[in-house]
Structures are given as C-alpha cells and as structure tokens.
C-alpha cells in the first residue's frame, strides 16, 4: 500500500503479541483499528492505547473460528469506520504434541482458529477490500509453515494451509487493487505458548527461549514494511529464514536432518 495514514485496518488476535503490536504500529502510522479478539479485557487496554494515540479503535469480541460471528464481522467494521482498507489474519494457537497423542478436540480446535480463521477473513473481507482504493491482506503462517517439524503436525498443516490460500489468492488477485503479504515469523516474544496444548515441562522450556526471541514490535515494523513494498513473503527471525534457506536448496534432505536429530534425542 502506498498510504497506511486514514486507513481502516482489522486486526484479529489483536489483544496481544504481534497483533497487539501490529495495532499500535498501524495507529502510531495514522490508521484507525478494528480490534478483532476473544478477550474482552485485552481488546479495552489496546483500545485505551489507541485512543491515546489520536486514532480511532473499536473493539469486536469475535472467535475466528465461528462461521456466524466472521460473517457478520465486515459489516460492523465497515458501520463502526465506514470501509476497510487492510485485513491481518493473526489470530493463532498450537499444539505441541506427537500426532499420536493428539485427541481430535485438539486438531478440531486448532484448524478452527488457524485455518478456519484465515479462510472466513478472506472470504467475507474481500468483497469490501475490493471497493477501497487500494487494500492489503496479511496471513500470517509461521517457519512452520515452511517444513515439517517433530511435535507440530497440526499447527505446520494448518500454516502450510495459511500458504497455500495465500499464494493461490496471490495469483487470483493479480490486477486488482488488494495486494497480499504472507507471514513467517520463527520465535517471537509472545503469549502463543501459554495457551498451547503441550506438555509442562516443554512448556516452560519453550516459554523461557521466547521470551528472549524477538520483540513483537520489531515484528510489527517488518510488517508494516513488507505491505507499503507490497512484498508477497516475509521470512523473519534468523531461525526462520534458516529454515526457509534449507528446505529451498534440500527439500528432502531438510527432513532427513530433522529425523536424524528426532532419532538422536530419543535415544
């Protein structure tokens, strides 16, 4: 986009993390937000801060995961900051767990919100992103969206999902006015792990490395960036875009490095 100044962004998972952040990047830019979560008492604070910035938030407590509740969303935006400009598919959770001690309720709960989520934003926002000057679509995948890993079945199947819808509307939207940015952030400093379903132990080890990844607002500017340029993939955080390097020149032999380690640890 060549302006982000008086335009209207909805950002789902905006109650914390790279959402939240992502929010007040856009406001501090001169955007008004369209908060987008399932936490009433995070979407309040994030509103406050907006506010204080002399933007414009409305809050909208939506699960992604509900057909009904996504449909309705674009006409309350659009009654609420009367058009929609940009449209962040953030919302996220994992499981970290081998398949097979995986219970359906947990692939049902995180296909809901990661892939279901980012399929319901596209589909019911565009219609309205195609009646703005220009507009922008963000999904946001993940390094596991890049390859398969030990313990993320169902979180990479739902990223690589979040891929593929983004490079098959990357392809469709050609000559239009809405451009699409697709998202691979490796470790960043967010709360996705406290409401993964993984065991504790590995829980806490994985919540002290995030902690030190990086910062959510950094994310945020390489966002923002890659949506002004107009860039369809960004590859953030060096352990991502080692990922990304490995499996373009060894596809295969990526895997093969990842099941030599798995063998490894176990033993």
């Known amino acids: 986009m060549k302006q982000i100044s008086g335009r209207v962004a909805v950002v789902t998972g905006a109650g914390s993390g790279i959402g939240r952040a992502l929010s007040l990047a856009l406001a501090e830019r001169g955007a008004d937000i369209a908060l987008v979560d399932v936490d009433p008492a995070r979407l309040t604070e994030v509103q406050e801060a907006i506010q204080a910035l002399g933007r414009n938030a409305s809050v909208h407590q939506v699960d992604v995961a509900s057909r009904d509740q996504m449909a309705a969303l674009p006409e309350e935006v659009v009654a609420q ?33 990661n892939y279901w989520g980012v399929m319901y934003g596209c589909r019911y926002f565009l219609p309205y992103l195609h009646q703005a000057e220009e507009a922008h679509i963000v999904n946001v995948s993940s390094s596991a969206g890049l390859t398969g890993m030990k313990g993320q079945s169902s979180y990479a199947a739902t990223k690589f999902a979040v891929l593929g819808l983004s490079e098959c509307l990357y392809v469709e939207l050609a000559g239009s006015k809405v451009g699409i940015t697709c998202v691979h952030p490796g470790a960043v400093a967010t709360n996705i792990l406290e409401a993964a379903r993984m065991e504790p132990e590995h829980k806490a080890r994985m919540l002290k490395m995030f902690h030190l990844s990086m910062p959510p607002e950094k994310a945020a500017r390489l966002i923002i960036r890659a949506v002004e340029k107009n860039r369809f993939r960004l590859v953030f955080c060096p352990e991502s875009r080692l990922l990304a390097l490995m499996k373009r020149l060894s596809p295969v032999g990526t895997l093969g490095l990842q099941r030599l380690l798995n063998r490894s640890a176990s033993g």
């Open 81 to 113: 900051h009367g058009a929609v400009h940009i449209l962040v598919n953030n919302a996220g959770v994992s499981v970290n767990l081998p398949f097979e001690q995986q219970d359906v309720d947990d692939l049902e709960w995180i296909t809901g919100i």
